[in-house]
């Protein structure tokens, strides 16, 4: 059979070049267009990359119009409901569900990795106290390659899941004191006992006066709320990671990399930016006033929390966020929450207003996250450090996945150049 290809023509008839096909295993076909500036000295355009695959990957699909996430095949809905946040870290970095003895030990491997050097502690007192948590995130979670230097070598497969243990065993520790010296308050060590989400909401809450016990329902709640974080195929700040990574960085500075790339508003700083747009809207009456400010062209104000460069559907991840906010809130005793009031009801009017069904702009995942971590206790400044506590996993997996590709090579865009042509120096007395 033939390979199916695609042709191009260039200024009529003259130049015809020929690409094949790839085919993935669901999901659309891809042009491979990687001879075309030998062939044709010409390169393609796609700011912002809308159609442009930048690797092959086998971990996370998402097929945007159906609202469909998978995880190396699973339903995120299944993978939420049934499992917890380590046995979706472990799909994700090695491809298949575990075996009760393979979760077990990958259990006691990363919890017996979640204490950090104790010298990373005086890191934190160079900080300002009002410095924002995910500054400091981006400082140490960079200054680990520091650290941790027998897991920098990226040519030993040993290392370089040492390195992944590390970091998705670590990355609570350090959100959890980035938090405590935000508030001023002594840092809480890992406890063994506990799970992962309770390990972490200990770590947040506990104080050395009292004890603290975990509800479990929170933890439960904490524990999908990471899950539907973990991963998100080639995201910004994923492929920020990947970028990094092209040229042999080191995995902790990758992962820095991909922090600094999620802190913006468009990506993992929209859960914030969400709960704050809920309280600048203040109370039900004064929606139709911010729709009408989001549909106006002239005005760069948007719905936070609403749209998404994949999903022209409801987001699946927003509505397990959804029913995870109202669990909160119920265990919680919250009945009357006047800003998930306004979040209903403004849902309610986008997914009925005709500018939001022809833009296909529903929900996403930030929308009821910043309303469930609040119930939680967490500031509005931590939203997006448990955004990148809970994607170290999914960049790691991904990190590693180029690394151990044969094909990978340096990533390197080109550009339409449009400054200047070349011109000779004018001295400043010419000027
Ligand atoms: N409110 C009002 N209008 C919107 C919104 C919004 N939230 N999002 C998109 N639009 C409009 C936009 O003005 C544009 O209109 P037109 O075609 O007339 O110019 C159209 O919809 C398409 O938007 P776009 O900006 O070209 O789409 P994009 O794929 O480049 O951007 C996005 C995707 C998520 C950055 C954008 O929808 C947005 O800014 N949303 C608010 C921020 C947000 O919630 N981000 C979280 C994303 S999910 C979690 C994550 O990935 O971290």
């Not at 497969?157 to 992944?164: F, G, I």
């Not at 929170?218 to 990671?241: G, P, W, Y």
């Not at 609040?374 to 790691?396: D, E, S, Y």
Request: proline fraction near 5%.
């Amino acid at each position: 059979m033939t390979k199916p290809t695609a042709k191009l023509e260039i200024g009529g008839q003259d130049q015809n070049h020929e690409f094949e096909i790839l085919k993935g295993s669901v999901g659309p076909d891809v042009i491979n267009i990687a001879s075309l500036y030998k062939d044709t000295g010409m390169f393609t355009y796609d700011p912002g990359f809308t159609s442009t695959a930048s690797c092959e990957s086998k971990i996370t699909y998402i097929d945007g119009d159906e609202g469909i996430l998978l995880h190396r095949g699973y339903p995120i809905e299944q993978l939420a409901e049934h499992g917890d946040f380590l046995e979706t870290c472990y799909l994700l970095l090695y491809g298949e569900l575990p075996t009760k003895a393979q979760k077990e030990d990958f259990d006691y491997r990363v919890t017996h990795h979640t204490m950090v050097h104790e010298q990373m502690t005086r890191f934190f007192t160079g900080f300002r106290r009002d410095a924002h948590p995910m500054a400091v995130m981006c400082g140490v979670v960079g200054a680990m390659s520091a650290f941790y230097h027998d897991s920098t070598d990226i040519s030993d497969p040993h290392q370089r899941m040492v390195a992944s243990l590390r970091m998705i065993a670590k990355m609570p520790t350090i959100a959890a004191m980035a938090f405590k010296y935000h508030i001023g308050q002594p840092f809480v060590y890992p406890r063994n006992e506990l799970g992962y989400a309770a390990n972490f909401l200990h770590m947040c809450f506990a104080v050395p006066c009292e004890e603290y016990k975990v509800n479990p329902v929170l933890a439960r709640a904490m524990e999908r709320i990471f899950i539907l974080h973990a991963d998100h195929e080639q995201n910004a700040s994923t492929s920020t990671v990947r970028l990094a990574g092209s040229s042999g960085a080191n995995p902790f500075a990758c992962i820095a990399a991909g922090i600094a790339c999620l802190w913006g508003p468009a990506h993992g700083g929209a859960n914030e930016a969400a709960l704050n747009m809920l309280d600048e809207i203040g109370t039900v009456d004064r929606i139709p006033e911010f729709i009408d400010r989001a549909k106006d062209k002239d005005d760069p104000f948007r719905l936070m929390g609403f749209g998404h460069r994949v999903y022209k559907n409801y987001d699946p991840r927003a509505k397990i966020m959804q029913k995870t906010c109202h669990e909160v809130l119920g265990e919680l005793g919250i009945k009357d929450d006047p800003q998930l009031d306004i979040a209903i009801e403004l849902e309610r009017i986008a997914l009925t207003d005709e500018y939001f069904i022809e833009k296909k702009l529903y929900p996403n995942i930030d929308f009821y996250s910043g309303i469930t971590l609040k119930a939680l206790g967490f500031p509005t400044t931590m939203f997006t450090v448990l955004f990148a506590l809970a994607r170290t996993v999914g960049w790691i997996a991904q990190w590693k996945e180029m690394i151990e590709d044969p094909k990978q090579k340096i990533g390197r865009p080109r550009q339409l150049y449009t400054g200047a042509d070349q011109r000779d120096y004018v001295p400043i007395a010419k000027r």
